[in-house]
Nanobody, 123 residues
Framework: QVQLVESGGGLVQAGDSLRLSCTAS????????MGWFRQAPGKEREFVAA????????NYKDSMKGRFTVSRDNVKNTVYLQMNSLKPEDTAVYYC????????????????WGQGTQVTVSS
């Protein structure tokens, strides 16, 4: 049974940083792409970033480039999302997901999902 468990969310002020973690079990972690998505209240879930099994091909939504960094530790079965210079519009539930295809941005490519972690950025 595949399990993805996110952690690291919280309430921060604009300009602060957070690092989200997602630990996976029940799958061969070093063979899957890991992605981060987010969903704000009343909005659709959107792609944030993804990283290939080797960590060599990170992919970001354009608006996240330069502020967010995705990385992974295949020994710890964990993927990270470092978020800097946070803005109120970054407020959302952040989800990690696993895929057996390349680091794409399509939700439908990710069959495995975590429960999400709330990030709230106050102005």
């Amino acid at each position: 049974q595949v399990q993805l468990v996110e952690s690291g969310g919280g309430l921060v002020q604009a300009g602060d940083s957070l690092r989200l973690s997602c630990t996976a079990s029940g799958l061969l972690f070093n063979s899957v792409t890991m992605g981060w998505f987010r969903q704000a209240p009343g909005k659709e879930r959107e792609f944030v970033a993804a990283i290939s099994w080797s960590g060599s091909s990170p992919n970001y939504k354009d608006s996240m480039k330069g502020r967010f960094t995705v990385s992974r530790d295949n020994v710890k079965n964990t993927v990270y999302l470092q978020m800097n210079s946070l803005k109120p519009e970054d407020t959302a539930v952040y989800y990690c997901a696993a895929s057996r295809v390349g680091p794409g941005n399509s939700l439908s490519s990710y069959p495995y999902w975590g429960q999400g972690t709330q990030v709230t950025v106050s102005s």
